[in-house]
């Protein structure tokens, strides 16, 4: 790494050395955009890395509700507002016991360079708490958004910040927060994404972010002359993102073996399809199930407490789960089972390490912030929507979508070709995303 960017590293592990999470994101962002530094002393001159590690504001607060057997529950809500060089703050909120201010700075700084990627123009944030939804009942899971909503109102709006889903957060509770949101402002407003079909939302955002995925992997094996057909992909989670990718990878003509959750993983060697699919897509939103059920209904085998990534034999592997879930012997596993192609649906899912088992052994790997940007850019397309108080159809949002993951993928390798890294996606997504929140910053001025 750049001295210059290894100093501003050491200086935020000095700062805030409880945050691993964070501190490997900035480390793969800056690593990524040395050369960049170093062709353009301007950069440093502005302190643009020592301002893109500190977020523009950060809000922390007690969320206190009531459960069904009437004991008072008190979680820990935030929203970290990273960056708005570029646009409204915008990113998803994650209800997971995972989540603290770690896992939330890692991902509003994700989200930062993901969102310039999308050519829309919305700047990073990311927020949630570590409340679970696994075991809670409806009214539960309604008072915990209510309450929530109660404090995170006088932060956002469809001009400031736009939150919307993440893991735990689907339509259920952006439906609980949109109703509190608008019970105190006194306002129907574009003030979230992922929205009901029938209250402002958009056509394919459900889908968008695994058909995102299915076409900037489609672009990835053009590149080789190849195509998603014939091909057998294992993936690990089986939530809105593995479901929707899975339905497009088949529509394809791929296979897709694997699921799991954090209690162990489902291998159906004659891939998921049909009333399968169904299934798997009811399996949280209806039935709130885990995993296991799937084995258990279509005779699979359950392996529990194992991960994918160390047994299945795959061409293609599409981590849809969570951070560092791809460690260096998973990377390992997968390289000696054959897998030629890792593209990330979900966010950081491969360690550093594991990447370098992956480049090193010569496959192609494309960054989340990359791969998996068509959701939170068909949320830029919700709100576009919604300023225009009109709906586009199913065929232009589908359209519109497949058009920006084509020209992420062009920037990607452009800006690697461009710097020095010919065909790397990593070092072309950060540098391309880098370069517009940058550049938009140093229009600005010190803010
Ligand atoms: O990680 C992500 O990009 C999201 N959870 C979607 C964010 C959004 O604002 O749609």
Redesign the pocket.
Known sequence: MQEYARSVVEAVIARDPGEPEFHQAVGEVFEAVTPVLETYPEYRESRILERLVEPERVIMFRVPWVDDRGDIQVNRGFRVQMNSAIGPY???L?FHPSVNLSTMKF?AFE?TF?NALTTLP?GGA?GGSDFQTRGRSDAEVMRFCQSFMTELYRHIGPHTD?????IGVGGREIGYLFGQYKRLKNEFTGVL??KGLGWGGSLVRPEA?GYGVAYFLTEMLATRGDSLSGKTIAISGYGNVGTYFVEKAVELGAKVVSLGDEFGCVFDPDGISGEKLAYMADLWTVYRKSAKEYADKFGCEWRPGTKPWRSVKCDIAVPTAMQNEIDADDARALVANGCRVVCEAA?MPCTPEAVRVFQEAGLLYAPGKAA??G??A??GLEMSQNSMRLSWTREEVDRRLRQIMQSIHRACLEAAERFGSPGDYAVGANIAGFLKVADAMMDQGVV
């Open positions: 915008k990113g998803g994650r991902l989200q993901k919305m990311k736009v939150p919307a889903g993440d994404t992922g972010t966010n998996n940007a959701g939170v068909t949320s």
